[in-house]
């Protein structure tokens, strides 16, 4: 069984670390596209048409990617001053609520997203200035949130395993 886990854990990190890679890719084109549309403005008096809206696509993109692997690293913040105090059979129970209640909400994000991306692409909606749909991003949000939930079931496995 612990050989199952541990090459479920591998895929699940492995899935937040290229998640996480797009994530970067997309923060770099996020600068180098406002780095563009900064000197276009200055030097030439022309804008990239649409930049803040890409620039906004881009960040959904960053925000969403990079979730799964700061949650495999544990960079989120962790109110654990009072946690530490207690008793280590009330530390892996507090553990495990949370991570539960982790997943609970991954699931309903991961659920209500795909339905939002669903109309959102049977209504056509698109952006304003560049028609860029909506519904890609919409559907990437849900992909990570079950990228997400995955870390946090592994994460929460881990936690009951080391009873």
Same mark, same amino acid.
């Given at each position: 069984m612990s050989g199952k886990i541990a090459n479920f854990e591998?895929?699940?990190?492995?899935?937040?670390?290229?998640?996480?890679?797009?994530?970067? $890719?997309?923060i770099v084109a996020m600068l180098a596209l406002i780095a563009a549309d900064i000197i276009a403005a200055k030097a030439f008096k022309w804008p990239i048409p649409g930049g803040i809206e890409i620039?906004?696509?881009?960040?959904?993109?960053?925000?969403?990617?990079?979730?799964?692997q700061t949650q495999v690293l544990r960079g989120h913040i962790e109110a654990e001053f009072l946690v530490t105090h207690l008793p280590k059979t009330a530390q892996k129970v507090? $553990?495990?609520?949370?991570?539960?209640?982790?997943?609970?909400?991954? $699931?309903?994000?991961?659920?209500?997203?795909?339905?939002?991306?669903h109309i959102l692409?049977?209504?056509?909606?698109?952006?304003?200035?560049?028609?860029?749909?909506?519904?890609?991003?919409?559907?990437?949000?849900?992909?990570?949130?079950?990228?997400?939930?995955?870390?946090?079931?592994?994460?929460?496995?881990k936690t009951i395993i080391k009873t």
């Open positions: 591998r895929f699940t990190y492995t899935l937040g670390n290229w998640l996480n890679r797009i994530a970067g $890719a997309g620039v906004g696509f881009l960040g959904v993109i960053v925000i969403a990617f990079s979730i799964a507090i $553990a495990r609520v949370v991570y539960f209640f982790g997943m609970a909400l991954f $699931a309903v994000l991961a659920w209500k997203s795909y339905d939002f991306g692409q049977t209504s056509g909606e698109v952006s304003m200035t560049q028609g860029i749909p909506f519904y890609p991003f919409v559907y990437g949000i849900a992909f990570c949130s079950i990228s997400v939930f995955l870390v946090l079931l592994v994460q929460l496995l």
